[in-house]
């Protein structure tokens, strides 16, 4: 397999279609300030290079470790933060680029009702001085996108969609259960009729079974809505249920993208294998304990990295050159892509299927 840089291994992935999104060498640097005059002493780099694109109409999951950065780079794609490099490329209905990295004011305003987020907390992300009308039609008075009377069929047909009975629409936060309220922060994200929307852990505050019920209204959206999503999440299971392809993070750094299927069943890189081996498996008679894998030491430190592979303290696998030189994201075919020295001679235990 030829070594390809973040830019020609998403050329390469982008052969089926052009890509609603695409990010190419993002990074997201925070300053770390000692001392009584605020001096800068490092950074703490939450994303550092990272590079992937969206195809419309699919479902592309980004797991990881917390603190592994995943949630900043959602966040840097709705432009709740200005990255510190790289592009992000959005494409236009009209077939047209713009690089959301580089807008800034009022332009911005105009892409952030496409691009949409649905937060993780279903009580903290609703202002419960607000009741439900004025918290979905917020975005829509702020960018006058319709009239007043229009506003409240909007956001009465929007509750439809979402499950929600219109004529609760009056009532505050408070008086909705948990499953209820995420079901508003959805709503909220889709009054705007949006094209790609980021799901920063969307289910993980929520029971097992709500869980499932949101689940499939966000499928049965997706399908409805012709949406776009970018699935934050730490739980494995629902990132297999929901997701068309996987992208892991370890540290700031994307180690692995490929389809679903192949993160699950077939993993090229050692730190993919040791998720894999956490997840669940209904079957008791497919359950064999000895296949957990558990990691040795701590995750690294995003402001202090180690050197060359920043996985390698804690792989199983690693050599010499893992400490000494970084790997690059190659193609392994199949738009299989991994940053690993040994992703050829290794062979990796993914989940039992069946």
Known sequence: MTEQTPQSQLSSASKNGQPLLEVNNLK??????????????????????????????ETLGLVGESGCGKTT??????????PTDGSILYRLADGTDVDLAKVDGKELRTY????????????????????????????LRVNEMCSPKEMEYQVADTMKQCGLRPEYMRRYP????????????????????????????????????????ILNLMEDLRRDMDLTYLFISHDLSVIRHICDRVAVMYVGKLVEVADANAIYTNPLHPYTESLMSAVPIPDPNLRDRKNRIRLE???ADPANPPSGCYFHPRCRYAKDVCSVETPVLRDMGNDHIVACHFAEELELTGVRMS
């Open 28 to 57: 997201m640097y925070f300053p770390i300030v000692k001392g009584l005059f605020g001096k800068i002493s490092g950074y703490v780099k939450a994303a550092d290079d990272v590079s992937f694109l969206i195809q419309p109409g």
């Open 73 to 82: 780079v959602g966040r840097c794609l709705v432009r709740a933060y200005q």
């Open 112 to 139: 952030r009702t496409d691009i949409r987020m649905i937060f993780q907390d279903p009580y903290s992300s609703l202002n419960p001085r607000m009741n439900v009308f004025e918290i979905i039609s917020e975005v």
């Open 174 to 213: 408070h008086a909705f259960s948990g499953g209820e309220r995420q079901r508003i922060g959805i709503a909220r994200a889709l009054v705007t009729s949006p094209r790609l929307i980021v799901c920063d852990e969307a289910v993980s505050g929520l029971d097992v079974s709500v869980r499932a019920q």
């Open 297 to 299: 030491g701590e995750v």
